[in-house]
């Protein structure tokens, strides 16, 4: 992607004006309007008309001339998120050097959270619900299949984009709950000139995964309505996992070797005696053949029914319109619908373990047995899939109370609906009555049919329509609120104005989810169904301390406050500190210390039983010292193999949990040297402690800890049970709970150079984080769990560093970009032999070039992964035999884009 650069305070050059106010507002009375502005005006000083246009900063509600604050700010602008290539926002931030560990994408869809095709974004490791998102600086609803803790990044069309600013430090005081690793404000067009048209058509270099997009913004300007109406589809096309990873591997002292799965087509059976044995696998084979059990021999490649990329088609329609009443009154509004459609192949179902009477007409053995782990390979390429519609609507007034005092009102609503299931489930209840003769029939035409499962394609139509059925749940989210803010100066000091900010909100969120009847009547999910009300006041001042002294060309203070009330849990307050210190025109140090908190959402508190098939890495696998004798103390032996790559796991809610809090500290510092027109350079120390955490501890951390010490963890160790004959783990629990701790530091840095030289631009820019700490403890007496330089099964990589690099040149007519992607090195916390248990330093290349004949059309070209670098292997792989939140797997790809304004 293209590099992306920090606000640089010293800069006038830098200040970008925003195109809507974005303070916080609620729904109220011209009456209180005109009350609040005839108190505040006895305070206010006049000012000249023509005073610089005052805005709104991402991380401030002040209204004010210029971008001078504490806190570090990112900006992504329109031109770098169109040279990047991308057509789907998350790839876009996830590739920033701040983001880290799991959210959803197409590439890992999986493994996401709040529904499969979900898009997120998930800053400093710390979660995707610890990420607030805001749009144009006002909170949007949640998104997914139902019952959701995060937004859906596939509700906002990249084509109506004007930038992005990634707040990076806690935020609460401003923004309220959520906003602990920092804010991603997605700031769109409020203004265009005439109709612009955008496409784009890219693949990989093997021919697959197709990306197609179309944008259509139209620009209004005429006397008093200026506004911007844009409609978008993209379609992403799919990769099947096998053709960027054949098989999955498992490391041996002899290298790495392919294994299958242990659901197998055919099936199996376990005798009384102990014995294992695999039924025919060959279509068109000896129906009662059978033989021993070999792993080897039989276990299936899954890697042939999973996606390495998941097609999705969406279609995005927005518009933003501001209408000027007079001078001192504006009407604004922002709608929004998105509806995306996506799917992914799923390996074919598999039975749960049923018995089978001897005397069952079709089974070959003659002896009682357990039939399981038989794949229903007869239903054709089942498949998940999802439809989900999001709209957002919004409308607002703002205006002026006096020369220098500014009000802004809005009301906004948004809901999101969504469909998702599975193309073919199984009845596990009705396969156990097709094989039992007390219960089924052979008899053509009879209600339970008999069925023959003991071997492949031995089953009958009217077996599978008996068993199988359409799976199909519904759900959603839904958030209302309305807003007032009022922003201006109270008195003049010395040192300049003390400015000011106050606002009140009310919201209300709600969550439902309604699995099928099927899935309701077996107990494997439960249905949610939840809201919350949310009441908020904020204050927020800027006190000009000292200027225009020796070493002291400014220093202002920043004081930020917020009180807010849950019908779910009370109340809550969190503070910000602030303090700017420019030295001169070159040095300028900031900091920030503040409070932030999030508080649990919907499903955390209303969430029931639900299972899924969620990456666990089993620690008996491959298990060396004390990890390998607590789990022959626990009858799992030596030379134990786990079976795939997941455990199901019943996740839920707890009607009792609390908000968690957490503390946080940047120190940063700004130079931009005279004596080096156009450098700038950033550095920021940020530390962020949550205490009281809502954690369900993932599976593989929960299997791990209870190994090392089945004593101090026995809870952990409670919480799954084994097959008493395989010794795999069927079952596995967790439930959000208020006993954490996780800590995380480190180091952002930015330098950035600009130059012209004999008519040709150039830029530098280099971005990156260096990670110093990060660490959980389970609950208070936990050993400590560091994360640092590790890689996981299922929360991604903590690599040490994270750096991109961008380099652009360009010309009247031409542009060249290259953009260097660095992923640092990274041990496997579960350890391994030689080749997995570390990944080597990654570092992708990505290179386009655009020509602009004309001055209203231009084309680029591009290569993204230049290089075609592979995914690392890794022990604790979780799908594809790597890390598929942090590697690409698409390898080498290539695109062509047009712009095209009328």
């Known amino acids: 992607m293209s590099a992306v650069r920090p606000i640089n305070p010293l800069s006038s050059t830098r200040l970008q004006p925003t195109y809507a106010s974005r303070s916080k507002l609620s729904l109220v009375t011209i009456g209180l309007i005109t009350a609040i502005s005839s108190g505040l005006s006895v305070l206010s000083t006049a000012v000249n008309a023509a005073e610089m246009e005052r805005i709104s900063v991402t991380g401030s509600h002040i209204q004010r001339a210029d971008l001078e604050t504490a806190s570090p700010v990112t900006v992504i602008t329109h031109e770098q998120i169109v040279q990047s290539g991308h057509v789907n926002l998350e790839n876009l931030l996830q590739e920033i050097s701040a983001a880290a560990g799991p959210a959803g994408n197409a590439t890992n869809a999986y493994w996401t959270s709040n529904g499969y095709g979900t898009a997120q974004i998930n800053l400093r490791g710390l979660g995707i619900n610890r990420t607030l998102v805001l749009l144009n600086g006002k909170r949007v609803v949640n998104g997914g299949t139902g019952a959701n803790a995060s937004v859906d990044l596939n509700m906002i069309p990249v084509g109506m984009i004007e930038r992005i600013d990634v707040l990076k430090d806690g935020a609460s005081a401003i923004y309220g709950a959520d906003a602990i690793a920092g804010v991603i404000n997605i700031i769109t067009k409020r203004s265009q000139e005439g109709v612009k048209v955008s496409g784009k058509y890219g693949q990989t270099s093997k021919g697959d995964g197709k990306e197609k997009q179309i944008n259509v913004s139209a620009g209004i300007n005429q006397d008093k309505l200026t506004g911007v109406i844009n409609l978008s589809y993209i379609e992403t096309g799919a990769i099947v996992q096998s053709s960027r990873s054949p098989c999955p591997l498992k490391e041996s002292t002899t290298g790495l070797n392919c294994i299958g799965s242990s659901s197998t087509i055919g099936g199996r059976a376990h005798l009384s005696?102990?014995?294992?044995?695999?039924?025919?696998?060959?279509?068109?084979?000896?129906?009662?053949?059978?033989?021993?059990?070999?792993?080897?021999?039989?276990?299936?490649?899954?890697?042939?029914?999973?996606?390495?990329?998941?097609?999705?088609?969406?279609?995005?329609?927005?518009?933003?319109?501001?209408?000027?009443?007079?001078?001192?009154?504006?009407?604004?509004?922002?709608?929004?619908?998105?509806?995306?459609?996506?799917?992914?192949?799923?390996?074919?179902?598999?039975?749960?373990?049923?018995?089978?009477?001897?005397?069952?007409?079709?089974?070959?053995?003659?002896?009682?047995?357990?039939?399981?782990?038989?794949?229903?390979?007869?239903?054709?390429?089942?498949?998940?899939?999802?439809?989900?519609?999001?709209?957002?609507?919004?409308?607002?007034?703002?205006?002026?109370?006096?020369?220098?005092?500014?009000?802004?009102?809005?009301?906004?609503?948004?809901?999101?609906?969504?469909?998702?299931?599975?193309?073919?489930?199984?009845?596990?209840?009705?396969?156990?009555?097709?094989?039992?003769?007390?219960?089924?029939?052979?008899?053509?035409?009879?209600?339970?049919?008999?069925?023959?499962?003991?071997?492949?394609?031995?089953?009958?139509?009217?077996?599978?329509?008996?068993?199988?059925?359409?799976?199909?749940?519904?759900?959603?989210?839904?958030?209302?609120?309305?807003?007032?803010?009022?922003?201006?100066?109270?008195?003049?000091?010395?040192?300049?104005?003390?400015?000011?900010?106050?606002?009140?909100?009310?919201?209300?969120?709600?969550?439902?989810?309604?699995?099928?009847p099927v899935v309701l009547q077996s107990g494997a999910e439960d249905a949610i169904d939840g809201d919350v009300d949310v009441s908020e006041a904020f204050a927020e001042f800027n006190i000009p301390l000292l200027a225009d002294l020796a070493f002291i060309k400014k220093l202002d203070l920043s004081l930020a406050g917020r009180y807010s009330d849950y019908s779910s849990f009370g109340g809550q307050s969190t503070y910000k500190l602030g303090l700017v210190w420019q030295i001169n025109d070159e040095l300028m140090l900031r900091s920030v210390k503040s409070t932030a908190f999030r508080a649990p959402s919907v499903p955390e508190l209303f969430g029931g039983t639900n299972q899924e098939n969620l990456p666990t890495k089993d620690p008996c696998d491959g298990a060396t010292g004390v990890i390998a004798s607590n789990c022959l103390a626990d009858n799992v032996p030596l030379g134990f193999s786990q079976d795939g790559s997941t455990v199901l796991t019943g996740v839920g809610g707890n009607i009792n949990v609390q908000p968690e809090k957490a503390n946080t500290l940047t120190l940063g510092l700004v130079y931009e040297p005279s004596v080096i027109d156009g450098l700038s350079m950033t550095v920021d120390y940020f530390d962020i402690e949550v205490e009281n955490a809502i954690a369900s501890v993932d599976g593989s951390n929960q299997l791990r800890l209870c190994y090392t010490d089945p004593q101090l963890y026995k809870d952990f160790c409670q919480g799954f049970?084994?097959?008493?004959?395989?010794?795999?783990?069927?079952?596995?629990?967790?439930?959000?709970?208020?006993?954490?701790?996780?800590?995380?530091?480190?180091?952002?840095?930015?330098?950035?150079?600009?130059?012209?030289?004999?008519?040709?631009?150039?830029?530098?820019?280099?971005?990156?984080?260096?990670?110093l700490t990060h660490e959980n403890q389970a609950f208070p007496d936990a050993e400590p769990e560091v994360l640092l330089g590790k890689i996981t099964a299922d929360r991604g990589s903590f690599a040490k560093w994270k750096a991109n690099l961008g380099l652009k040149m360009a010309t009247a007519q031409w542009q060249g970009n290259w953009d260097v992607r660095y992923l640092g090195k990274a041990d496997d916390q579960q350890g391994g032999l030689p080749i997995g248990r570390s990944v080597p330093s990654i570092v992708y290349h990505d290179v386009s070039v655009k020509w602009s004949p004309i001055d209203n059309f231009s084309t680029a070209f591009g290569i993204d992964n230049l290089f075609d670098t592979k995914a690392p292997y890794l022990t604790s792989w979780n799908d594809a035999n790597t890390d598929v939140f942090t590697y690409d797997l698409a390898g080498r790809r290539f695109y062509l884009q047009f712009e095209l304004q009328i």
């Open 273 to 516: 005696d102990g014995t294992e044995l695999q039924f025919n696998q060959q279509k068109g084979g000896n129906g009662d053949f059978f033989e021993a059990y070999d792993s080897n021999k039989h276990g299936l490649n899954w890697f042939n029914y999973l996606n390495a990329q998941s097609p999705m088609e969406r279609l995005n329609v927005s518009a933003s319109f501001e209408y000027e009443i007079n001078s001192r009154l504006s009407l604004y509004t922002d709608l929004l619908h998105s509806q995306r459609q996506s799917n992914q192949i799923i390996t074919p179902r598999s039975l749960k373990a049923t018995p089978v009477s001897k005397d069952f007409i079709y089974n070959p053995t003659g002896q009682d047995l357990t039939l399981k782990n038989r794949r229903l390979i007869e239903v054709d390429t089942p498949h998940f899939f999802q439809d989900v519609d999001i709209t957002q609507a919004l409308v607002g007034l703002k205006g002026q109370l006096s020369d220098n005092w500014q009000w802004d009102v809005s009301y906004s609503v948004g809901r999101n609906t969504a469909k998702d299931g599975w193309s073919s489930d199984i009845d596990h209840k009705k396969v156990a009555q097709t094989l039992d003769m007390s219960q089924c029939s052979t008899t053509p035409g009879a209600a339970i049919p008999c069925g023959d499962f003991f071997g492949a394609y031995e089953l009958s139509p009217e077996v599978i329509d008996y068993v199988t059925y359409s799976r199909l749940g519904t759900g959603g989210n839904q958030l209302s609120s309305a807003n007032l803010s009022v922003s201006g100066d109270i008195i003049d000091l010395p040192a300049g104005s003390l400015s000011s900010a106050f606002g009140i909100e009310r919201r209300n969120e709600q969550g439902w989810r309604n699995p099928d």
């Open 721 to 771: 049970s084994r097959n008493p004959i395989t010794h795999q783990i069927v079952s596995l629990s967790k439930q959000p709970l208020n006993a954490a701790l996780e800590q995380v530091a480190g180091i952002d840095s930015n330098i950035s150079y600009n130059a012209e030289l004999a008519g040709m631009s150039f830029a530098i820019n280099l971005d990156a984080t260096r990670l």
